[in-house]
């Protein structure tokens, strides 16, 4: 190539790292959280009813989903904006709040998209170390950033803040807080109620984890009025195509189904956590569908993550501080999770 076209941030750019997508279906994939159950029948139902009309743009707000959202919540229509997965809502929040060369707060280690897309605008990140039991660092509190990113659960540990502890840190704040719930449906608490109680909370939810919505990329974000029609003005028009809006508003209706599938999650989750204790692994208590856990005996959990590729499971392992000992393993269905302890024990047994 020639002469350089690009902006200096994008140039020097190191783009985000998703999980690996097999080609084949060899794989047990517990490497990228997606939910191992299929969703509502209801969405299928939804997207077959829209398909006679895929000449037309869609709803611009995607409002069918956005009703949803609202009586889920109990909150009003003007509260949620829908986006094309979280993440496009986590690249709104960068570009309304944040100026170039001003800076975003967030935990670390965390979510590694959020050094992206500062990155992208041309912004800082203030990367601040979590405390030794997982809890908000101090140095967080009163951070002069436009805008601070606090994903809860955490990813990649999985870890809970209280709500409490939550709503001190967005009181302590000047700029906005965007609190990423993208595993929320799998925890015993969220922090929704602050969307609408503290003026500078945006929540933020997925559909592709327990809702089993990957595929469609739907998230939505829940804020005062005003927030939500600031966000507004800068999302693409028609960011959120006719089949996901119609998928995502059937699958929020379901409550049921979303209350049985995510309760097997949780219910594996217990029972992986339980039986790697048994094999001497350290987990972390999680809130998500995953785990983060240390292998025992000084096994390097870069050699545990390649003996289980080489058996054709997929699990995540991340060079990065703090998390380098560990590997994240996704919540599967319970054969999936059998096959995972059986591996794990042959390994144990063979080192």
Not at 63 to 83: F, K, P, S, W, Y
Not at 239 to 266: K, P, S, Y
Request: hydrophobic share 40%; proline share 6%; charged share 25%.
């Amino acid at each position: 190539m020639g002469k350089n076209y690009f902006r200096e941030a994008v140039d020097r750019l190191a783009g985000y790292v998703p999980g690996f997508q097999p080609k084949v279906r060899d794989f047990v994939k517990l490497n990228t959280n997606e939910n191992p159950y299929p969703p509502s029948p209801a969405v299928l139902e939804a997207i077959r009813a829209q398909f006679d009309r895929l000449r037309l743009y869609p709803d611009p707000t995607a409002d069918v989903a956005r009703e949803q959202v609202a009586t889920l919540h109990d909150v009003a229509v003007d509260n949620v904006i829908i986006g094309n997965g979280s993440d496009e809502l986590l690249t709104l929040a960068i570009r309304a709040f944040v100026e170039a060369g001003e800076t975003v707060s967030f935990p670390e280690p965390t979510y590694s998209l959020y050094e992206v897309l500062v990155r992208i605008q041309g912004a800082v990140n203030r990367p601040v170390p979590f405390a030794d039991d997982w809890s908000l660092p101090e140095a967080l509190f009163g951070n002069d950033s436009p805008l601070t990113f606090l994903a809860n659960p955490n990813a990649p540990t999985g870890t809970l803040l209280p709500t409490d502890a939550v709503r001190k840190l967005a009181d302590s704040l000047d700029g906005m807080l965007l609190v990423d719930e993208a595993y929320a449906d799998f925890a015993e608490t969220n922090c929704m109620t602050l969307a609408t109680e503290c003026g500078n909370v945006i929540v933020t939810r997925s559909l592709s984890k327990s809702y089993s919505l990957a595929g469609l990329r739907v998230g939505f974000a829940v804020a005062s009025a005003e927030i939500i029609a600031g966000l507004m003005k800068i999302r693409d028009s028609y960011n959120v195509d006719r089949l996901a809006a119609a998928g995502a508003a059937a699958a929020i209706a379901d409550e049921a189904h979303l209350e049985a599938n995510t309760g097997r999650i949780r219910k594996t989750r217990a029972r992986l956590t339980e039986e790697l204790a048994k094999l001497g692994f350290e987990t972390l208590p999680s809130q998500a569908n995953f785990v983060l856990t240390r292998p025992p005996g000084g096994l390097p959990a870069k050699d545990y993550f390649d003996a289980l590729w080489e058996r054709l499971i997929l699990v995540r392992w991340f060079d990065r501080d703090r998390v380098r000992d560990f590997v994240r393993i996704s919540i599967g269905t319970d054969e999936e999770t059998d096959k995972l302890l059986d591996a794990t024990r042959e390994i144990l047994g063979t080192r």
